[in-house]
């Protein structure tokens, strides 16, 4: 069965700090990968997507970037956080039509 | 463009009464719609997807949904609320590409917060 998987789970970084947060998904093959944030009493935002190795979507502009340096896994990267960058993180993964399938999150604080 | 609307921010109920959560959605073309739901501090689950064979779905958790085409929605139902099932919940349509053909983005509702109360 497929399983994904995101580290941290929680993170506190000052602002300017940069960041790296991490998924992974296991059990499937050439998946879709997508990165999400939520903030506080909103609904999703999608931030990327990628179809494939090394190619990257971006929804936003926005003080984020994104790389997938293999199949199945998917970096969410800022070289400076800034305060609106707070939120919950979310990866997501699909194959075909079968909806996506979410990791359990990083909540990310930057103070 | 595809989107969908969920009817009401917050819903309260009573333990053993019957859930009823509101999806209406807009699309051109024939629709894939979903309902996950988030329990505090974790990622979406998938309770249901219709994906245009049964109208009526039945998903995890006793929950079902009926895709209803001339009323262009997608309601969730639970027939008797159990403590376990307050979260939030989102309905979420499938993006459609230029030329009308599905693809795996997906359009969130800006979600259901379900109180259930003793």
């Known amino acids: 069965s497929q399983t994904i998987h995101q580290w941290p789970a929680t993170l506190v970084q000052p602002v300017g700090s940069p960041l790296s947060l991490e998924c992974t998904v296991e059990?499937?093959?050439?998946?879709?990968l997508y990165w999400y944030r939520q903030a506080a009493g909103r609904g999703l935002q999608l931030l990327f997507y990628?179809?494939?190795?090394?190619?990257i979507s971006s929804e936003v502009p926005q003080n984020l970037s994104a790389s997938r340096p293999q199949d199945r896994q998917f970096i969410l990267s800022s070289k400076k956080l800034l305060l609106s960058d707070s939120g919950f993180y979310l990866c997501?993964?699909?194959?075909?039509?079968?909806?996506?399938?979410f990791g359990p999150g990083t909540r990310l604080t930057v103070l | 463009a595809q989107s969908v609307t969920q009817l009401g921010s917050h819903v309260s109920v009573s333990e053993g009464a019957l859930v009823l959560l509101r999806c209406n959605y807009s699309?051109?073309?024939?629709?894939?719609l979903f309902w996950y739901v988030q329990y505090p501090n974790q990622g979406l689950q998938l309770l249901l997807k219709?994906?245009?064979?049964?109208?009526l779905v039945k998903g995890i958790n006793g929950f079902e949904a009926e895709f209803k085409k001339s009323e262009t929605s997608f309601h969730l139902t639970k027939p008797s609320a159990h403590m376990s099932d307050a979260a939030e919940y989102f309905c979420?349509?499938?993006?459609?590409?230029?030329?009308?053909?599905?693809?795996?983005?997906?359009?969130f509702g800006t979600g259901t917060l379900l109180a259930v109360q003793p």
């Open positions: 990628s179809v494939g190795i090394g190619q």
């Open positions: 997501a993964w699909s194959v075909r039509l079968a909806g996506q399938f």
């Open positions: 059990g499937t093959s050439n998946p879709n």
């Open positions: 699309s051109s073309v024939p629709p894939y």
């Open positions: 219709y994906t245009s064979a049964a109208t």
């Open positions: 979420a349509v499938n993006l459609r590409g230029r030329y009308g053909g599905a693809t795996n983005k997906l359009i």
